[in-house]
């Protein structure tokens, strides 16, 4: 697609249950991204792919966030037993042929912990 | 550790007027600033992109650019209509070694243009 679709558009969980959240890349797309959005404007990276490998994954919380990209498959990224800082909105991006490309980025998931 | 910072935090200005918003970076060592504007609720639509080699791009009513050595970026917007109203972020892309490739994103101004 000519967009990067994130899916579901919002997820509310309990504490302690666990989140998926899934993205779909721009068709011929080779980066994808995913930032985590607490206040406003507080951006954190989380992960990079370069296709089904992970690039860069320097600010993953490794304790219970896990991420993948297959082929042929939207990216996910799994948060096992959400805590209540975990409230925030996920967005994915993607860019075309270098990391440091324009990153396009989806709508988000607005993720709920309770 | 790089720090973004953007300067106003947020901005009212009358339609029609130029206006400029500025973004400041501790660590000159980038690859490329991205600027970006967020609607309330919606993703990030990415605005224009400066490589670090270049001064300056435009595109339509908006034109950015880069002082690397000042660690510092302006957007200018000319002529500023209601639909310009959105928080304006701008993101910088470290040098590309190894597997760097996040960006560390400014404070964000939040715009507002009145009729």
């Known amino acids: 697609g000519e967009e990067v679709a994130q899916t579901p558009k919002h997820l509310v969980r309990g504490e302690g249950q666990k989140a998926k959240l899934y993205c779909a890349p721009i068709?011929?797309?080779?980066?994808v991204f995913w930032y985590q959005q607490v206040l406003k404007n507080e951006f954190k990276f989380l992960i990079s792919?370069?296709?089904?490998?992970?690039?860069?994954e320097t600010g993953m919380p490794k304790e219970r966030f896990s991420a993948k990209c297959l082929p042929n498959s939207p990216c996910s990224l799994e948060i096992q037993a959400t805590k209540l800082e975990d409230s925030a909105v996920y967005f994915c991006?993607?860019?075309?042929?270098?990391?440091?490309?324009?990153?396009?980025f989806g709508p988000g998931t607005r993720l709920t912990v309770l | 550790k790089q720090e973004v910072t953007q300067i106003p935090a947020a901005l009212s200005v009358p339609e029609g007027e130029n206006l400029v918003l500025n973004c400041s970076f501790t660590?000159?060592?980038?690859?490329?600033l991205q600027w970006f504007r967020q609607d309330p609720g919606k993703g990030l639509t990415s605005l224009l992109l400066?490589?670090?080699?270049?001064r300056e791009q435009t595109s339509g009513r908006l034109n950015a650019s880069l002082d690397k050595s000042s660690g510092r970026s302006t957007l200018y917007i000319a002529a500023s209509q209601p639909g310009d109203s959105a928080t304006y972020l701008c993101?910088?892309?470290?040098?590309?070694?190894?597997?760097?490739?996040?960006?560390?994103f400014g404070t964000g101004t939040r715009l507002q243009v009145t009729l």
């Open positions: 991006a993607s860019s075309q042929f270098l990391p440091t490309d324009t990153q396009y």
């Open positions: 068709k011929g797309h080779s980066y």
């Open positions: 792919f370069q296709n089904e490998n992970v690039f860069d």
């Open positions: 660590d000159s060592a980038i690859y490329n």
């Open positions: 400066i490589q670090s080699s270049q």
């Open positions: 993101a910088v892309s470290p040098t590309a070694t190894g597997t760097a490739s996040k960006l560390t």
